[in-house]
């Protein structure tokens, strides 16, 4: 979970407790679950202190138990906390009594930075629906952290509330008092309201984690077992507005004709929060614009599938939970590939026609005119969720049409039932682009999608789920030919069941998923599902699907040992097994996997593992691009990982990664060394590298037409060298005010030889499935590459006053290209890549929140 928080070590005086600690933790099985609130008269002063009435008369919550390492266990040390409520805020204390002060780990970060600390966090079911929660987690340095959750247990970490804590450390350990702003969650006002409630401690040295009610990591949810708060009588309605309004100003330097111009770009707009009832609330920007997030990783995409980048920018990221419906998303690839539905790194992409209409000094995003998003959540278990936006027309220099005006529009409501065990749920999505010549023989006019999906929780542990979505796309028949070629669909495979069409104006396919499994238990669980997409299903205007034309049947299972021994902390172990088949029948991947994760008692980590794929015959029907499938050889991948205990001044990580396939004939080594440092208590530094040898025998090259009209497609030997490097650099002045520094330089590098075309693709022999390639141009001289990048960001932050910020960014990229590899080693070609002219933006923003 993302409760920890690095923490400051800062001693301070504080009033006697209310009660001195215990002799020795007491342990306690049979402990309530539910615990009445106190109406405050007189709001307690937040200054981390007992000493308030309210506290004097709130009920005491202290009957804790330890959730890790050992489930049930009693904890090492005592923890005591108070609720208390008025009609606009909900306020709770907490005592973590620690009989070694001195050792409590409180080192400053940035708000929402997840280090290893202690921290104390309040979880918070305002809706008391057991799926949805907020968390408010402090650690004794006052650094605070703030969560939304949804689907009874995923995090959304982008929520960020206006809430006050007060932290001290005293001679008996630590304490916290919180005040929330009622308007900050949502909930019914009614008499004698209920909220669901789970307090949780961490003891970062001891590696323990305490809480009231217990937490079992051995079931499944984390929602579904809070405790309950009760009497909550006499709730004020909540707030009905937030506006945060901003300013930016960019100092721009661009590319012109002869030598980088630079333009003063002065741009102004805000965000809307409006309850619009109790259940309803909508949240708007206008003009947004997200120059304090960090630059996507570099990276060289040599494969057929599309990169996935993860979703960075506030707006899209806050609340995505409701917004969510999966594609290809089951425990053997731990929903990694991000395939979904709705994917928001559609809204402001980059143009789609930039390297047929653009230049070097084309935007390279889309500019998002409006937002707006509708959420809510019914007593009965309903949720609802809307959004809209709409992105702006971009030329090119020519005036061609780089993105026309597109509107994306998404729906989804969610029908929880019995108790939260069952739901059923809809989405449905929409695109529509203002068409005009320079676009229309590229673009979908229109794309829909749309999919339900249902899951069903029995016996506790025990769960079946399954999802069918349908889509459609339209457009002129070129944009339609497009997208039959394409890599996710590749109607033209000459040895391929599907027949091309140029003529179509149109394309629809459907998704079926089913998944049964076993979720919780001590020991076991496991998930076995089958998955099927027609080759027309399309949802990549505003979703995100690597393959279409594929089934896919995967089983998982684990064991999960969670007793401490004189070993281990933890250890799992996992098993996963896996068949894809084209949607006609054709075996495309086999594999088999296993790995290990063990937690030792010094806190180090090892994880280590491999797979050993394409077993018995299988084909690559994508590996020539719309040629024929390609028979392929078994391969093994082994890997490992080691990670330092994140506790010490320094933290030493080290992963590999190994692969071998086409009987020796190509191979991968990856290396990643890493080192943390902590510094001081404010100060953090990190640096990773990694290093990847990549020889591929079968390379893709290219396909060409001879002067026959055939196709002749093509592979190569490459041998490839990559390096990236990271640093990262914080420095937290006070919990409201902070530096980041963070620095990538990029280079890939390969020399392509030994040009071969396609012949009997589906050979069991390896030598027989090429042969030579006869235009002698290409075969003789081949080339390569050398890619270099470099993106750097420098962002001072300041929260001058609750939810209002002052941002001052300094972004930098770097890019060149060769088709050649070049003789140099990686230090001529840094040398070389920051010997690039630099894209340099210089950028302040400032935001003020007002609240009604």
């Known amino acids: 979970m993302c409760f920890a928080v690095l923490l400051l070590f800062e001693a301070a005086q504080g009033a006697a407790p209310l009660r001195p600690p215990p002799a020795s933790p007491r342990p ?18 937040i200054d981390g202190r007992d000493d308030d009435p309210v506290w004097r008369s709130a009920p005491v919550i202290d009957g804790f138990l330890e ?14 906390a108070r609720v208390a409520y008025d009609a606009h805020h909900l306020y709770v204390f907490v005592r973590a009594y620690d009989p070694h002060p001195d050792s409590i780990v409180s080192l400053l970060s940035r708000r929402d930075d997840a280090t290893a600390s202690d921290h104390i966090t309040i979880l918070l079911d305002s809706y008391h629906d057991r799926r949805t929660g907020f968390e408010f987690s402090v650690n004794p340095a006052g650094v605070k952290s703030d969560y939304a959750i949804y689907n009874d247990g995923t995090e959304d970490v982008a929520w960020d509330a206006i809430w006050d804590v007060a932290t001290r450390i005293d001679s008996l350990g630590w304490t916290a008092e919180y005040s929330i702003p009622l308007s900050q969650l949502h909930y019914t006002a009614r008499k004698d309201g209920t909220f669901g409630i789970l307090i949780w401690r961490v003891i970062q040295r001891y590696t323990e984690t305490i809480t009231w009610p217990l937490y079992r990591m051995s079931r499944s949810g984390i929602v579904s077992q809070f405790g309950d708060l009760t009497g909550l009588d006499g709730l004020a309605r909540p707030g009905d507005a937030e506006l945060t309004p901003y300013v930016v100003t960019k100092n721009v330097q661009r590319p012109a004709s002869s030598g980088y111009d630079r333009s003063q770009e002065f741009t102004a707009g805000g965000d809307i929060k409006y309850q619009l009832s109790s259940k309803l609330l909508l949240n708007a920007t206008v003009n947004p614009d997200f ?18 980048f993860t979703e960075r920018r506030p707006f899209f990221v806050e609340g995505k939970g409701l917004f969510t419906f999966n594609v290809n998303c089951v425990v053997v690839i731990d929903c990694s590939t991000g395939e979904g539905l709705f994917y928001s790194r559609r809204i402001g992409r980059s143009p789609e026609l930039a390297d047929i209409y653009g230049d070097s000094t084309s935007p390279t995003a889309s500019r998002i005119l409006g937002a707006a998003k509708l959420t809510g959540r019914l007593p009965n278990g309903f949720s609802v969720g809307a959004l809209d936006a709409v992105t702006d027309h971009v030329s090119g220099p020519s005036g061609a049409t780089l993105e026309p005006r597109t509107n994306y529009a998404v729906v989804r409501a969610n029908q929880d039932y019995a108790g939260g065990n069952g739901s059923v749920g809809v989405m449905l999505t929409g695109v529509n682009r203002a068409m005009d010549p320079s676009s229309d023989p590229y673009l979908h006019s229109s794309a829909y999608a749309g999919g339900v999906d249902a899951r069903r ?4 542990n025990f769960e079946v789920s399954g999802s069918l979505d349908a889509s459609r796309v339209a457009g002129s028949p070129g944009a339609i030919a497009r997208t039959q070629e394409d890599p996710v669909h590749l109607y033209q495979r000459p040895d391929g069941p599907l027949t091309f069409d140029s003529t179509r104006t149109s394309l629809s396919g459907t998704n079926l998923e089913l998944r049964a499994a076993k979720v919780g238990g001590k020991l076991l669980q496991f998930e076995t599902a089958y998955q099927r997409r027609s080759p027309g299903f399309e949802i990549n205007d505003i979703g995100f699907l690597l393959q279409a034309d594929q089934q896919e ?42 790995n290990v994760h063990t937690q030792f008692n010094d806190r180090w980590w090892l994880h280590m593992g491999g797979t050993i794929g394409q077993l018995g015959a299988t084909y690559c029907d994508r590996c020539a691009r719309g040629g024929p499938a390609i028979r392929q050889d078994p391969y093994v991948a082994p890997w490992i990982s080691i990670q330092g205990d994140d506790r010490d001044a320094l933290v030493p990580n080290f992963s590999a990664n190994y692969f071998r396939g086409d009987g020796g004939r190509s191979e991968s080594l990856n290396l990643s060394p890493e080192l943390d440092l902590k510094v001081s208590t404010r ?24 002067s026959t009209t055939a196709r002749h497609y093509t592979f190569a030997h490459l041998e490839q060298r990559t390096l990236g490097l990271t640093w990262r ?29 396609v012949a009997q693709a589906r050979a069991a022999s390896y030598t027989a499935r090429y042969k030579a390639y006869g235009d002698t141009a290409v075969a003789n001289d081949p080339g390569g590459f050398n890619v270099q990048q470099f993106n750097s960001n420098v962002v001072f932050r300041w929260e001058y006053r609750a939810g209002s910020t002052l941002f001052l960014v300094w972004s930098q990229g770097r890019a060149g290209s060769a088709p050649v590899e070049g003789t140099q080693g990686f230090g001529g070609s840094l040398r070389e890549l920051f010997g690039q002219r630099s894209n340099d933006i210089f950028l302040v923003k400032l935001s003020y929140w007002f609240a009604r």
Not at 67 to 80: H, I, S, V
Not at 683 to 706: I, P
Not at 729 to 756: E, H
């Open 28 to 45: 306690s099985h049979s402990i309530a679950t539910a615990v009445p609130a106190t109406r405050a008269v007189t709001p307690p002063v």
């Open 67 to 80: 959730a890790e390492p050992t489930e049930g266990a009693a904890p090492k040390a005592r923890t005591e």
């Open 291 to 308: 120059g304090q997030v960090d630059a996507d990783p570099s990276t060289l995409n040599l494969s057929a599938f599309e990169t996935f």
């Open 457 to 460: 929780r029995f016996l506790g």
């Open 553 to 594: 049947w995967t089983n998982w299972a684990a064991l999960a040992f969670r007793t401490p021994n004189p070993i281990w902390q933890q250890l799992r172990w996992n098993f996963n097994y896996w068949q894809y088949w084209s949607d006609a029948g054709l075996a495309t991947e086999r594999a088999f996997n296993t």
């Open 683 to 706: 100060f953090t530094t990190s640096v990773n590298a990694s290093y990847t040898h990549n020889r591929a025998d079968a390379q893709y090259f290219g396909t060409f037409t001879d």
């Open 729 to 757: 650099l914080g420095y937290t002045f006070t919990p409201n005010v902070s530096l980041q520094v963070y620095a990538s330089p990029f280079i890939s590098k390969g020399t392509y030889s030994d040009v071969r075309e």
